[in-house]
């Protein structure tokens, strides 16, 4: 089975202060792990990818995310927030199951940043 | 530049009305996929495609047809709407089977009334 959980469906910040998305996944593979991010009537945009390599990924915009086995977790983080990083964002799960590639999205977290 | 376009990016139509939302890539990928986009359900796979002539069901696909004739479009018809496919629909495109690294279009709302 293959599941995505976010953990806030709405995280309100202050301008300037970090940013933290919680992720948690489940996989019954090895799983490659995303972030999409969604502006408003926009498509959905990478982020950043895990793909089994340094388990600290950087992305842009300043986004990073750490994957911690142990924890099957995927947080996004950003040290300051700006403006412009109110969107929508999207953990997403991917792994090859049977020679299908099985993509899960979580039903995402609505970041709002305060002036 | 590649791009992914979607068409008609707004559209309102009767119940059961057929509908074809269209999807066009300039990638030239082979894998293309239909989301639909709902609250309290993030993205949710309708079809999919990894070559012309290939066509897959997702999780959602009842009451949605797809054909791929070409490498380049994708069309999602609906053959009857219902109330309940009113939705934002998202077409994306990948370069591997084996990835979930998607590029997205910008979406077609669709409202049947």
């Known amino acids: 089975a293959q599941s995505v959980t976010q953990l806030d469906s709405h995280v309100s910040v202050s301008e300037g202060t970090p940013v933290l998305l919680r992720c948690n996944y489940s996989?019954?593979?090895?799983?490659?792990l995303f972030w999409y991010v969604q502006h408003p009537n926009k498509g959905l945009q990478l982020l950043l990818k895990?793909?089994?390599?340094?388990?600290l990924v950087k992305g842009i915009n300043g986004f990073e995310a750490e994957f911690k086995k142990s924890e099957t977790s995927f947080h996004l983080t950003k040290p300051s927030a700006h403006m412009s990083d109110a969107a929508e964002y999207f953990c997403?799960?991917?792994?090859?199951?049977?020679?299908?590639?099985?993509?899960?999205f979580g039903i995402g977290t609505k970041l709002q940043v305060i002036p | 530049d590649a791009e992914i376009t979607q068409s008609p990016r707004h559209k309102i139509t009767e119940t059961g009305r057929q509908v074809t939302l269209a999807c066009h890539q300039t990638?030239?990928?082979?894998?293309m996929f239909w989301y639909r986009q709902d609250l309290g359900h993030g993205l949710r796979l309708i079809h999919y495609?990894?070559?012309?002539?290939?066509?897959n069901k997702g999780e959602v696909s009842d009451g949605y047809s797809v054909s791929r004739s070409n490498t380049e479009d994708l069309p999602l018809t609906l053959e009857s709407a219902a109330s309940s496919q009113t939705s934002v629909y998202f077409c994306?495109?990948?370069?591997?089977?084996?990835?979930?690294?998607?590029?997205f279009g910008e979406g077609s709302r669709l409202t049947v009334l």
């Open positions: 994306a495109s990948s370069w591997s089977s084996n990835t979930g690294e998607l590029f």
């Open positions: 996989s019954s593979y090895s799983p490659s």
């Open positions: 895990y793909t089994s390599a340094a388990t």
């Open positions: 997403v799960v991917s792994a090859n199951s049977g020679g299908y590639q099985k993509v899960t």
């Open positions: 990638w030239n990928h082979n894998n």
């Open positions: 495609s990894y070559g012309v002539h290939d066509t």
